[in-house]
């Protein structure tokens, strides 16, 4: 398996990050892609991800909660980022209507800058939509077919708009909220509609921690190591086995990414 979606910047993994790595190669997962969501950011899991070569990867990009920092829409910073090995995709990038942390016409120019310097780049993006799904759409549609490929992470949207991105070609990521039996409802439900080589799975570490896990964590902090169990929860959603989803998955991920991970 390979977590796509792991915030290893985060400050709560400041005391134990190698003890982190470990346990998620204990548990079966062969590859990271360390999320990189501001400059700073992109350029400290780049940094991380050399640590652990062939099994860290990172991305750069900048998040919508982060585009009001953006004042050269160039993105030279994450440009100079995309030309090094251990960086394997554009973002995270997208549109976050929910919290509003930057405002919205700022968040759409550093979204669609974004996608412009990945088709430059012949890069894939790494995306993010949180209760923004038309204009998300509308303004990634012109962009689609120049770019080799796209990824929305942490899909939590309803079945039309899992139906709209498929029809777009996109690739869908799901992490542990599938797990949640409150508001993980429809994704549960849904999730069997993505095609095996459209499917990813991710934790989205520190976050989301698997809801159901037992016995239960005595921290709240998501960890790769969660990601059997989230991909054993999808498999159960789309009547598979579990080992059918790992497999697919991470043939799906590698190809995405064009990584072949240690």
């Known amino acids: 398996m390979i ?53 860290c990867f990172s991305t750069a990009g900048v998040h919508p909660h982060d585009a009001k920092t953006v004042t050269d829409l160039s993105l030279p910073a994450i440009r100079a980022l995309a030309s090094k090995p251990e960086v394997v995709a554009i973002g995270e990038c997208g549109l976050d209507f929910n919290r509003d942390f930057s405002p919205r016409p ?3 120019a550093v979204f669609e800058a974004q996608l412009a310097l990945a088709a430059e780049l012949n890069l894939p993006v790494f995306m993010h939509c949180r209760d923004a799904h038309e204009r998300f759409i509308e303004i990634l549609r012109p962009w689609r077919d120049k770019l080799p490929a796209a990824v929305l992470h942490c899909f939590t949207g309803s079945e039309q708009d899992l139906r709209e991105c498929l029809a777009l070609d996109l690739h869908i990521g799901i992490t542990g909220w599938v797990c949640d039996e409150r508001r993980g409802t429809e994704l549960r439900e849904i999730v069997r509609h993505i095609p095996d080589d459209r499917l990813m799975i991710e934790t989205d570490c520190p976050y989301l921690l698997p809801r159901d896990y037992r016995p239960k964590p005595k921290s709240s902090r998501n960890e790769p190591h969660f990601l059997p169990h989230i991909a054993t929860v999808i498999a159960h959603c789309r009547d598979q086995q579990a080992a059918d989803v790992m497999k697919n998955s991470r043939a799906t991920t590698e190809a995405f990414f064009a990584i072949d991970p240690c």
Not at 9 to 15: A, G, I, L
Not at 24 to 36: H, R, S
């Open 106 to 108: 700022q968040q759409e």
């Open 3 to 55: 977590d796509i979606g792991v915030n290893l910047t985060n400050s709560r993994f400041d005391k134990d990050r190698d003890q982190v790595i470990a346990r998620a190669q204990d548990a079966g997962v062969t590859g990271l892609i360390l999320t990189g969501t501001s400059i700073e950011e992109s350029e400290q899991a780049w940094q991380m991800a050399t640590q652990w070569p062939n099994y």
